[in-house]
Every structure is written in C-alpha cells, then in structure tokens.
C-alpha cells in the first residue's frame, strides 16, 4: 500500500473520472471567476450600482488595522446561538501579546429566544453583570466588544439595524431597530455599571484583526468554514457610500453572495443545482454553496448518489442513509482524506451509511471528497487572489506583500488553497495566519484599536465598545 493507504494499482474506471470533470477548473476558468468578481466588487462600492449588486461590499467603518502600541482590558460578548460567552481580555504592550483572562459561558432558555427584546437584552446584561462581579471588574468602564450573529445593516460604527432573526431567535421588537441601542438601553436599566461608546464590526474583521496585532502586514480577513466570507482595507477614495476621500475602510466583502446574479451558470455543477435548490434559501449565496463546509458534504453524497445510480460504485446498491440528505457530514471529507488513517476512515464512514464496498469503491469516493475540497480550495483562491491584485492595484506597487488572516474549519482541514494562489497572483506574496478566536479575542482587538485612535482629534473611527455582527 502506498502512504495513503490505499492500493496504488486499484483503477479509477474513465466514466468515474469524466463525471467529476465538471469539477475541475482550469486555471484560466480560475482567471475568468476572478474577473467577474472584481468587477462585482467595483459594482458593489457604487454609490448607484450596489444596491443592485451580488457581492455587497459594506462598509464596516473600521479605519485600521493594529499597530502594536494598543493596550489596556477590554470586555467581549460572543452571541453565536443558544449560549453567549463573555470575555476579559488584556492587551499588553510591552509583550505583544492579547491574554484571555477569564471567560464565562451563559446558557438563552428558549423562552428568552422566543420572547420580547427587552428580554433577551436585559438576560445578557444580567450575564454580563454577573461576569464582571466574578472579575472585580465592576468598578470599571471598560471598552467591551461584542459578535452578534445575525443579518444586521450597518448605518455607522455605532448604529446596526437587525434586518431579520434567524438559528431559531424571534424574539418581537428587535428586528428594525437599533441592537447597540437596545443593549445600551439594558445595561442602563440595570444600573449597576456602565458601558463607554459603542462599535460594531463583521466577524471577519475581527479575524483580520486578530492577526494583524500578531503580523501588522495583515490587512485582509477570510473565514471558510459553516459558511464563507472576507474583508479587506479599501481605500476610502473607491467607497462611493460612505463620505470622505482619505485613508482607508475595512470593507466586508459578503462574497458568500458571488454568482447570485447568474455570472457562475457556466460552472455550477447539476450537483450545485441540486443542493440550491433543496437548500432553506434557493437562489442566494451561491458561491457559498459551491465552497463552505455547510454543503460540501451534500455535494459529495449527490456525487456519490450519481455514481452508484450509474452502477460505478456500490454494485448499484444505495442504502438507506446514503439516500437521505445530508447524512454525508463535511467532516467525512477531511477524514477519508487523510494521509496515513484515509482508508480506515473510508471503511468506518462506507460501513456506518449501510454500504457494502471494497477497496475500488473506497478508492473512487476519496478522490470523489479530492475533487470537491479541491475546487472549494481554488475557488476560494481565486476571489482571494481578486482581493489581493486589488489592494496591489489600489496602490499602484509592483509587488505587494500581505498576510491574510483566516479562520474556519474548512480552510484548517483543508489546506490546499495556497499552491492556487502563487499562479493566480504572481505579483503577491501572500502569508496565511490561522485566527485566535476572532469573536472574543478579534473583537477586543478592534475596540483596542478605536480606543487607542479616539485619543487622537484626526481620528474617523469610533471609540471603545466594539459589536461583531456575523450575516450568516
């Protein structure tokens, strides 16, 4: 057996491979993805032209990265679903270096998700209240940062407005309104500590600004993981909705919505059809369907459907699980993958689906899970290579050098993207930095930030408490 762990003479029938030819994206297909998108991102910055744009390129009025002389405690609230954490982080100076000191996760009974605003506002500054009680920390007015996982608009760096609820929340009186007002409005009522002023940002900054206190070159932030998405600092000249001509915004590129307008027809797959079709939002995010973890699996498992139907897998037989959506789990995919344990890991997944195989079948659904991952990896390289030509470009350098922080299960299991990335972008030097907690640590970071520029009168960022708001 070769390092795979698989028979290196076991052959891969002609028709297996000619289905998953769809899949496999040339490198000039790879160029042509990265034009429509750049001219998306351009329509996305308009003044009159992004109201009608795929990619939506929000502005997240964040107006810089770390530069290593930020400091001090900073709170963070990371509400992602049915519980929220709460956060104590220290940033040091002298050291480089951001500590979590203490945190402390807080549980939202389903009353409270299905009640009044008030409510679940007034619930998170009880937690909050509690948390700072454990951390002596109730006689100060510390900057806090706060990741809020749901579709809001952005007005300004202290205003965002609750477009809809979603994992389950709906609770009355919040969407439409102002969700820094309403959590200000319920640590007021409590009355025993005070919050300073109010930011809110995109989780993906936070995870660029994780890492840009770590490597100051780091200007531009990506998540593969449940879902997809980048931001990335624009030159404030190129942001037609916001005013101001000078310096730089971190603008949120929600990429995930890249070929919702039709412009990836030629590259969706009968398989991506399916899965958006059958998906709870037929129609939008459609480059996220193609390349994050929420439906790579269901891609593999239509595959697997397709092949079997056409008897060249299984002997023709489908079983029961295999038959049923999304019973292939993301996960499976890195797991039959790996070097060393694939094989076993195949057996275990094929046995536990109810499938009868040997080791062809074993052989044909690796390099099925291959070819998906694979393109998830070069698409995601391609839009990124967009991102970085772009900054290069913007600045009119020969060469640009930048570090790209990332997060995401997706992009940690699969680490393929950045052989794509040297062909796409040859005059880029591109170094990838793995996030630490860009809800938590990310978003004290960005409040450390503003509250190290309001010190200073030309400053155009809002200072202390920073709100991460996440548009899965």
């Not at 963070?76 to 040091?92: E, I, P, Q, Y």
């Not at 809809?164 to 969407?175: A, L, M, P, Y």
């Not at 027809?265 to 390349?291: A, C, Q």
């Not at 291959?370 to 290579?385: D, F, G, K, V």
Request: some cysteine; glycine content about 8%.
């Amino acid at each position: 057996m070769n390092q795979l762990g698989f028979l290196p003479f076991v052959c891969i029938s002609v028709q297996v491979v000619k289905h998953l030819e769809p899949f496999r994206l040339s490198l000039e297909k790879l160029k042509v993805v990265s034009t429509r998108l750049r001219k998306d991102m351009i329509r996305g910055l308009g003044k009159h032209t992004h109201h009608r744009a795929a990619v939506k390129m929000l502005p997240t009025f964040v107006r810089a990265t770390p530069d290593g002389t930020e400091k001090g405690d900073f709170l963070a609230l990371d509400l992602g679903g049915t519980n929220f954490r709460v956060l104590h982080v220290r940033v040091m100076e002298e050291e480089q270096k951001m500590v979590k000191m203490d945190s402390q996760l807080c549980a939202i009974p389903q009353e409270i998700m299905l009640g009044t605003g008030e409510q679940l506002f007034d619930h998170i500054a009880a937690c909050l209240s509690e948390f700072l009680d454990s951390q002596n920390l109730k006689g100060q007015t510390l900057p806090m940062g706060f990741t809020f996982s749901f579709p809001c608009e952005q007005k300004e760096i202290d205003k965002s407005i609750l477009i809809r609820w979603t994992k389950g929340f709906n609770c009355s009186g919040v969407e439409g309104e102002d969700v820094v007002k309403l959590l200000k409005e319920a640590i007021h009522r409590r009355g025993d500590y005070d919050i300073s002023s109010v930011a809110m940002v995109n989780d993906t900054v936070g995870t660029m600004m994780s890492c840009g206190y770590r490597d100051q070159t780091c200007e531009i932030g990506m998540i593969i993981g449940t879902g997809t998405n980048a931001c990335y600092m624009e030159e404030m000249k190129n942001v037609k909705r916001v005013e101001g001509e000078d310096g730089q915004m971190c603008i949120n590129t929600e990429w995930g919505g890249f070929g919702d307008d039709g412009s990836l027809e030629d590259i969706l797959t009968e398989f991506d059809k399916v899965v958006d079709r059958t998906s709870i939002n037929p129609g939008v995010h459609t480059f996220e369907k193609m390349i994050s973890g929420m439906y790579l699996g269901e891609i593999v498992r239509l595959v697997l459907m397709k092949l079997t139907e056409k008897k060249l897998l299984f002997k023709g037989e489908v079983s029961e699980a295999l038959r049923t959506k999304e019973t292939f789990e993301t996960k499976f995919i890195s797991m039959i993958e790996e070097p060393d344990s694939g094989l076993e890991n195949a057996k275990k997944i094929l046995t536990e689906l109810g499938l009868t195989w040997d080791l062809v079948d074993a052989r044909v659904v690796r390099l099925v899970c291959e070819t998906i991952s694979s393109r998830s990896a070069r698409l995601c390289a391609a839009a990124l290579a967009t991102i970085v030509d772009r900054i290069r470009v913007n600045r009119g350098l020969p060469h640009l050098k930048t570090t790209v922080g990332v997060d995401g299960t997706v992009y940690k299991k699969h680490p393929k993207m950045q052989p794509s990335m040297h062909f796409l972008t040859p005059d880029c030097k591109i170094k990838f930095l793995v996030s630490e907690d860009g809800s938590g640590k990310g978003a004290a970071m960005v409040t450390a930030v503003a509250h190290s520029l309001s010190k200073h009168p030309h400053c155009m960022m809002v200072p202390p408490l920073c709100f991460t708001v996440r548009n899965d």
